[in-house]
């Protein structure tokens, strides 16, 4: 299932940091966040590789051909891979690098825990986005699945029982639970609006979390200058269009009163809340894709 490149590795008690691409990821939250990560990493070292043709559909996940002047010069395929580095601080960390396995997720599971075990891993972190009725101009809250309660309410938790589709990340969490070894998901919600385009400050809270529950610490200022610009684009969106100034208002003052109502960062999930008379998330996304080509980006 991988293959250890490195013969038995030394690590500090690394951090394990992952934002599997394919799975929901409103706005690119997760993975602008893991690549902020890697480049603060700086140079890292590839410890593990996995067996991408057993774990994905080559045909979901068309490898690259390249040609040059009519020759098949190369065939770029989808990896995935775990690589090492250390933070600013001099933490050891490792990233999980690929998408989402299309097969043999718990074989998948067995291995990556593992690896966990065998490279002395303290906790894992998965990190994403979703879309929600959310305003851009409160900062996005994050929402946590965890291996404990514990964990999981230091971020935030969805107090209600919720049947939602897995992702990878949960059959992780399911196994480092049975080794003892935090397991966190970090969830940052972004506008339903704007989960089509690059979200940058969804990000920003995602690397906050991170520095909360993992003690690992990005530089975000790239990511911040891109979520101000973003930010100003939306509300000029908003400013000339009756109907974007009525959705921020009404999202705001349920954001508002969520806030004032909730526990610790926990909000409730139930669907009585006051959407149904609003835009849909496509007509919303068509709506801000037709203004920034009107910015001509």
Known sequence: MYQLLIDEPAFDAPALVMAPEGWI?????????????????????????FDSDALLDHRARRPLA???????????????????????????????????????WRAYADAVSELAQRL??????????FPAPV?????????ATATT??????????????????????????????LEIPAIALWARVPHYAATMPYPEASCVLLDGLAKVAG???????????AALARERLDELAANNPQSQ????????QVDNEAEDGDGGAFDASGDQPWSNLPSADELAA???????????
Not at 77 to 99: C, F, H, S, T
Not at 220 to 225: I, V, Y
């Open 25 to 49: 990821d409103a706005g690119l939250g997760g993975g602008a966040a893991v690549a902020a990560l890697q480049e603060s990493l700086g140079d890292t070292t590839v410890v593990a590789t």
């Open 66 to 104: 390249r040609i040059v002047d009519g020759v098949y010069d190369d065939v770029l395929w989808p990896e995935i891979e775990l690589r090492a580095g250390k933070d600013p601080a001099g933490q050891d960390v490792l990233v999980l690098n690929g998408p989402e396995p299309d097969h043999s």
């Open 120 to 129: 002395g891993v303290r906790i894992l972190v998965g990190m994403g986005a």
């Open 135 to 143: 305003p851009h101009t409160r900062t996005p809250r994050l929402v």
């Open 149 to 178: 309660a514990e964990l999981a309410n230091r971020i935030g938790v969805v107090r209600r029982q919720l049947d939602v589709p897995a992702g990878i990340v949960v059959a992780l969490q399911r196994r480092f639970a049975e």
């Open 216 to 226: 690992v610490v990005v530089d975000k200022s790239n990511l911040e200058e891109a």
């Open 246 to 253: 009525a959705l921020v208002r009404q999202l705001e003052e």
């Open 287 to 297: 709506e801000v894709e037709r203004f920034l080509r009107d910015q001509g980006e």
